[in-house]
């Protein structure tokens, strides 16, 4: 087997992406890129994109299978986790176990700007459950 070719890209040259149901995002207007998935690139075992939430906004209560990461880049967010509530900022790390309920709210004037992994081959095996 052949092993996969690195990939260098700049998040600038891909477009922006968001929620396919309106109801959720008129809800939620958070939008993002995948920077890293298989169904776009060879590659296995991880999945890694940027996400913006206006201010204001929020990415609402939900939950998925596979453990998730959060690493803030810039604004101010309130950060639940089940039972756990947190403010972060720039250079937040956040981890999200499996089925752990969680959502997201931008508190400050400019948008909250952070990456997301998952431990998945693809974007497409994320399965989101709103709970609100």
């Given at each position: 087997m052949t092993p996969p070719k690195p990939i260098i890209l700049n998040q600038s040259e891909l477009q922006w992406e968001g929620w396919d149901d309106p109801e959720i995002a008129a809800k939620s207007p958070i939008r993002w890129k995948l920077l890293i998935t298989s169904e776009r690139m060879p590659s296995s075992g991880i999945v890694t994109g940027i996400a913006e939430i206006p201010p204001g906004e929020s990415l609402l209560l939900h939950h998925h299978e596979p453990e998730e990461t959060y690493y803030i880049i810039s604004g101010n967010g309130h950060m639940q986790i089940d039972d756990s509530e947190?403010?972060?900022?720039?250079?937040?790390?956040?981890?999200i176990p499996p089925n752990a309920k969680h959502s997201l709210r931008c508190i400050g004037s400019e948008p909250l700007v952070f990456i997301f992994t998952f431990a998945r081959d693809s974007f497409d095996q994320i399965t989101y459950i709103f709970d609100a």
């Open positions: 947190a403010e972060v900022s720039p250079g937040s790390t956040i981890y």
